[in-house]
């Protein structure tokens, strides 16, 4: 671990549409490539889980190699749905952060916790999370030796302990305590230029800048003011003391700003990914922070009060997009 860098990776398709559309065979490709990436050297995958719409990854590598890793692996993937699926091949988003070591346990805890979140029947036996490779002391897909070995060198009391943890859900520390910044990347290359990478292990991917920055206020926190302060709508006042008032067409201009999309395009349905991720952030800031009710905030994303309704409480894409929102709520009390 010395000299390497933790990744949380969040991807998630931006329409709702399944990330596999071949259940098994889709998501044992995804592996694959994974699986080629870390044979190259220096990359190690910890944890994992593979979810209809949205998958996650704990992963580690050398600073900076992060981006062509990334783009290495979702040039090759696109490439095959494209080549296999054509205009029905799926569109995705994805977030990086980069986090603290300290946070390890409690980042593999939180993946392999992610089947109950989502109300998956087979709870932690669910079959595309790396839970069950832990379990069977199986490295084909992940290396859980590294995190094992955090519990003592007896395998058979640190496996023991493991398990002891992920099932107590109630010790659970909010993971963006542990973010260090994300990494949030710009365009990519499109996927003809990246079609190589699989065999070349190379690829081109632009720069990242980064983003938000965890104060270490929030680390010292319990757990549950920890969340609060996340869930917290930003408040500050301007010089004179009182609370600056933010307007819904403040709301739309800022969020399509840092967001890249047009202002038109928050108020109509049927975009592109990053539009719908845009009304996403714009609406839990009219409801949270302007105060605005279901109906009023359909009214001001072009949408029916229980598809308000229905996004709002919609826990796991606040959770992926807890980074952008926050962003938006600094720039707007600026």
């Given at each position: 671990m010395?000299?390497?860098?933790?990744?949380?990776?969040?991807?998630?398709?931006?329409?709702?549409?399944?990330?596999?559309?071949?259940?098994?065979?889709?998501?044992?490709?995804?592996?694959?490539?994974?699986?080629?990436a870390?044979?190259?050297?220096?990359?190690?995958?910890?944890?994992?889980?593979?979810?209809?719409?949205?998958?996650q990854?704990?992963?580690?590598?050398?600073?900076?190699?992060?981006?062509?890793?990334?783009?290495?692996?979702?040039?090759?993937?696109?490439?095959?749905?494209?080549?296999?699926?054509?205009?029905?091949?799926?569109?995705?988003?994805?977030?990086?952060?980069?986090?603290?070591?300290?946070?390890?346990?409690?980042?593999?805890?939180?993946?392999?916790?992610?089947?109950?979140?989502?109300?998956?029947?087979?709870?932690?036996?669910?079959?595309?999370?790396?839970?069950?490779?832990y379990?069977?002391?199986?490295?084909?897909?992940?290396?859980?030796?590294?995190?094992?070995?955090?519990?003592?060198?007896?395998?058979?009391?640190?496996?023991?302990?493991?398990?002891?943890?992920?099932?107590?859900?109630?010790?659970?520390?909010?993971?963006?305590?542990?973010?260090?910044t994300?990494?949030?990347?710009?365009?990519?290359?499109?996927?003809?230029?990246?079609?190589?990478?699989?065999?070349?292990?190379?690829?081109?991917?632009e720069?990242?800048?980064?983003?938000?920055?965890?104060?270490?206020?929030?680390?010292?926190?319990?757990?549950?003011?920890?969340?609060?302060a996340l869930?917290?709508?930003?408040?500050?006042?301007?010089?004179?003391?009182?609370?600056?008032?933010?307007?819904?067409a403040?709301?739309?201009?800022?969020?399509?700003?840092?967001?890249?999309?047009?202002?038109a395009?928050?108020?109509?349905?049927?975009?592109?990914?990053?539009?719908?991720?845009?009304?996403?952030?714009?609406?839990?800031?009219?409801?949270?922070?302007?105060?605005?009710?279901?109906?009023?905030?359909?009214?001001?994303?072009?949408?029916?009060?229980?598809?308000?309704?229905?996004?709002?409480?919609?826990?796991?894409?606040?959770?992926?997009?807890?980074?952008?929102?926050?962003?938006?709520?600094?720039?707007l009390?600026?």
């Amino acid at each position: 671990m010395e000299g390497k860098h933790l990744y949380h990776i969040l991807l998630w398709t931006g329409d709702g549409r399944d990330f596999f559309l071949e259940k098994e065979r889709d998501r044992i490709r995804f592996l694959k490539i994974f699986r080629k990436a870390r044979k190259s050297g220096g990359f190690f995958v910890y944890a994992y889980c593979l979810l209809r719409d949205r998958l996650q990854f704990l992963c580690s590598c050398p600073p900076g190699m992060i981006e062509k890793i990334l783009a290495s692996v979702e040039g090759v993937y696109r490439k095959y749905c494209q080549d296999k699926y054509r205009d029905k091949a799926p569109v995705w988003e994805h977030a990086v952060y980069e986090c603290g070591w300290e946070g390890i346990l409690d980042f593999v805890r939180h993946i392999h916790r992610a089947p109950l979140r989502a109300e998956k029947r087979k709870g932690f036996s669910y079959q595309w999370s790396s839970h069950g490779e832990y379990m069977k002391e199986d490295d084909r897909w992940v290396d859980y030796q590294a995190v094992l070995q955090v519990y003592g060198k007896k395998k058979g009391n640190a496996l023991k302990r493991y398990n002891q943890f992920v099932r107590q859900p109630t010790a659970d520390r909010p993971v963006p305590v542990f973010y260090l910044t994300e990494i949030e990347p710009r365009k990519p290359a499109p996927a003809a230029e990246t079609a190589a990478s699989e065999d070349a292990g190379t690829d081109i991917w632009e720069s990242y800048e980064s983003a938000v920055i965890v104060e270490d206020a929030s680390v010292a926190a319990s757990p549950e003011a920890a969340v609060r302060a996340l869930d917290k709508p930003a408040e500050k006042g301007n010089d004179t003391g009182e609370k600056k008032e933010i307007s819904p067409a403040r709301v739309i201009a800022i969020t399509a700003e840092l967001m890249g999309v047009a202002p038109a395009s928050m108020q109509k349905g049927g975009g592109v990914p990053q539009e719908t991720a845009a009304r996403r952030v714009a609406l839990y800031i009219l409801k949270e922070d302007v105060h605005l009710s279901n109906a009023e905030t359909g009214r001001t994303l072009g949408m029916a009060a229980s598809t308000v309704s229905r996004w709002y409480n919609n826990a796991q894409r606040r959770e992926d997009l807890i980074s952008r929102i926050e962003r938006v709520r600094r720039q707007l009390i600026k």
